[in-house]
């Protein structure tokens, strides 16, 4: 089953990314291989104790994934075994190449020849200078820019990758669907109430710059909202069932504040 990854998701690796910073004085550099993961909660009880964890780059990146419930950033072939680096993380997840597609979680490589390429974790998306979780020296992990980051790495590649299929929720492959044909009622708009929601998903993936065109999808976002709260008050499904559609009004709102829904 295809899944996807949620704002929950990108939530909580930003979270933990940041807890480990604040704890940096009980992690310690080493490139070794088989890596010890740990849920999060085992990783709180060993800094309780004062027990310290060793990671490198791309374990330290894992181990985020791992506590956070998502999928392996190197694929099903290497699941979380132990095994995996940076360059399976190449090879296993999609490049990005629009720096408006990066977003909180999202790993970044620095490539070239193995011994040198580095990957750290966005924190705060900033166009092409993110603030990033890195964990390259012993005195990581350190909260820092991806600017700065790149002064060790000169002449390197940066490779943002997308980590969208990561997450465990299962894609909606009806998504639209549950969204009515009937014309929404702006002022020289003829949309579909589907194709309202379409409109926005596309603009997000494909940013829109036109302000007015912005402004007049989240009109018929929040247009969409107020007349499916009024709806549920007295329409009824094929069954009988009052306030069928409440549980869209979630991912209306979450579309209308601007966040991420659709991966």
């Known amino acids: 089953m295809e899944t996807h990854i949620t704002q929950a998701d990108r939530a909580a690796m930003v979270s933990f990314g940041e807890y480990l910073i604040q704890h940096n004085g009980l992690i310690h550099y080493a490139e070794e291989r088989p890596m010890q993961l740990w849920s999060e909660a085992e990783v709180k009880t060993r800094f309780s104790k004062g027990e310290s964890i060793t990671m490198d780059c791309s374990w330290a990146v894992t181990e985020i994934c791992y506590a956070c419930g998502l999928l392996s950033p190197s694929g099903p072939g290497f699941g979380y075994?132990?095994?995996?680096?940076?360059?399976?993380?190449?090879?296993?997840?999609?490049?990005?190449?629009?720096?408006?597609?990066?977003?909180?979680?999202?790993?970044?490589?620095?490539?070239?020849?193995?011994?040198?390429?580095?990957?750290?974790?966005?924190?705060?998306?900033?166009?092409?200078?993110?603030?990033?979780?890195?964990?390259?020296?012993?005195?990581?992990?350190?909260?820092?820019?991806?600017?700065?980051?790149?002064?060790?790495?000169?002449?390197?590649?940066?490779?943002?990758?997308?980590?969208?299929?990561?997450?465990?929720?299962?894609?909606?492959?009806?998504?639209?669907?549950?969204?009515?044909?009937?014309?929404?009622?702006?002022?020289?708009?003829?949309?579909?109430?589907?194709?309202?929601?379409?409109?926005?998903?596309?603009?997000?993936?494909?940013p829109v710059s036109n302000v007015q065109q912005l402004k007049k999808i989240k009109e018929n976002l929040n247009y969409l909202i107020a007349r499916i709260e009024t709806n549920m008050k007295t329409s009824h499904d094929p069954h009988g069932k009052l306030y069928h559609r409440a549980w869209r009004l979630a991912q209306l709102k979450e579309r209308a504040a601007g966040r991420q829904v659709v991966s």
């Open 81 to 206: 075994d132990g095994y995996g680096n940076t360059q399976t993380m190449l090879n296993y997840l999609p490049h990005i190449t629009d720096w408006n597609e990066v977003h909180a979680g999202t790993i970044i490589i620095f490539g070239g020849p193995m011994n040198l390429q580095h990957a750290v974790m966005v924190l705060e998306p900033n166009g092409d200078n993110p603030v990033v979780f890195s964990h390259g020296t012993e005195a990581g992990p350190v909260r820092t820019t991806l600017a700065y980051e790149a002064t060790g790495h000169r002449g390197q590649p940066i490779i943002p990758l997308a980590i969208a299929g990561l997450g465990t929720t299962p894609v909606d492959t009806y998504h639209y669907l549950w969204f009515d044909d009937a014309r929404v009622q702006l002022a020289n708009d003829t949309n579909s109430e589907r194709a309202v929601v379409e409109n926005y998903d596309i603009a997000r993936l494909k």
